[in-house]
Structure formats: C-alpha cells, structure tokens
T-cell receptor, first 112, second 114 residues
C-alpha cells in the first residue's frame, strides 16, 4: 500500500519568510500528485497538481511544487509567505488504483 | 451553484446510536467520496462511489455503510457508533476519478461519540 509522509507537522514563520513543506511518498509506479490547503473554517481546496511534463508545477497564490522522481518527493514552496497563508496543507498521491492517499498534514502559522 | 454540501455540520452521539450523514453535490459529478480526518493522520478514505448505484470500500470502511441511490447524493451511515468514530467527516466529489481530476470538498461534519 502506498503511503504519504509529511515530516513537518507544525511550522511557524514570520511574514516574508520562505516556505518549503516536505512530502514523500512510497509508491514506486506512476503517480499523480496534489497539494490541498485548508484555510481556517473553510473547505479543503486544490493548491496545485502534477500529472506529467515539467516537474516544477505552479499553483494558486504564488505556490509551486517540484516533483523529484528519484527522491519520491513533491515538496511545496513559496518564496515569501503572507499572514493569509496560515492554514493546514495536505499532500496527496493517486496511483493506478484511482484513490487519493493523503499525508498527515502540516499546520502553517504565519506571524504578522 | 452550492458545490458540495453536508448535513449536519455537528452531531453528538452516544455509543451504540446510529446516524446518517448526507452529502449532496450539484455539479453533476460521477465520483463521490467519504473521508474522515483525524489529527496527524490526514484524510483517510472510508468509502467511495464511481456512479449512481455503485459503492466501494476505501482504506477504513469498517463500521460504516454507504449508499448512492441518486447521482447527486452520497449517504454515510453509522449503524452503532463507537468513540473511535469521533472525527471530522468530509465528503468530496469529482467529475472523473481523483487520479486526474480535482476533488471538491464539502465543509465537513464534526461528529463526537460519547
């Protein structure tokens, strides 16, 4: 069975700091990769996704993620965070079984 | 266009009681999903449906049943609630499978089982 690991459970940053959230998965075959975000009191929503092609994927609100196949990683980055980025971030992987497997989530707090 | 809605938003049950959570989507999506979210464990798939009249087990199906009698609705039932089922439940839908399509999530139902 595939698994998804997000090693940082809680991250606290000051505004304008750079962000990198780690995501590693265990499945060896072809995967599709997602980052979802849950802002306080809101639904989960898609931040970005990777299916194929350019391994550097750009999403909404200035976020990007890089797929490194050899490292089984799909880390999320943002050069300069804002207070409004305070949220919980989930990495998810979908393999041939068509089911999404989510990581445990990373809670990001951005201090103004 | 309401997207994905869930009823109720909150519920407190006693051990052994039963209840049904309702998920409705107005986007004409084929696929629907039920997840539970527990601290530090992300979202885990309980059951899913690839179309009206079909259901399938996910990662953690024990203690839950589902039905998809209408395309727009996906019901999650707990026949005999247990404290281990205290969680936040999310419903989601997608036009095709979650593999290549975005899943759209509902607002969640917070369930406490005493």
């Amino acid at each position: 069975a595939q698994s998804v690991s997000q090693h940082n459970h809680h991250v606290i940053l000051s505004e304008a700091a750079s962000l990198e959230l780690g995501c590693n998965y265990s499945y060896g075959g072809t995967v599709n990769l997602f980052w979802y975000v849950q802002y306080p009191g809101q639904h989960l929503q898609l931040l970005l996704k990777y299916f194929s092609g350019d391994p550097l994927v750009k999403g909404i609100k200035g976020f990007e993620a890089e797929f490194i196949k050899s490292k089984f990683s799909f880390n999320l980055r943002k050069p300069s965070v804002q207070w409004s980025d305070t949220a919980e971030y989930f990495c998810a992987v979908c393999n041939a079984g068509n089911m999404l497997t989510f990581g445990g989530g990373t809670r990001l707090m951005v201090k103004p | 266009n309401a997207g994905v809605t869930q009823t109720p938003k909150f519920r407190v049950l006693k051990t052994g009681q039963s209840m049904t959570l309702l998920c409705a989507q107005d986007m004409n999506h084929e696929y629907m999903y039920w997840y539970r979210q527990d601290p530090g464990m992300g979202l885990r798939l309980i059951h899913y449906s690839v179309g009206e009249g079909t259901t399938a087990k996910g990662e953690v199906p024990d203690g839950y049943n589902v039905s998809r009698l209408k395309k727009q609705n996906f019901l999650l039932g707990l026949e005999s609630a247990a404290p281990s089922q205290t969680s936040v439940y999310f419903c989601a839908s997608s036009p095709l499978s979650g593999k290549t399509d975005t899943q759209y999530f509902g607002p969640g139902t917070r369930l406490t089982v005493l």
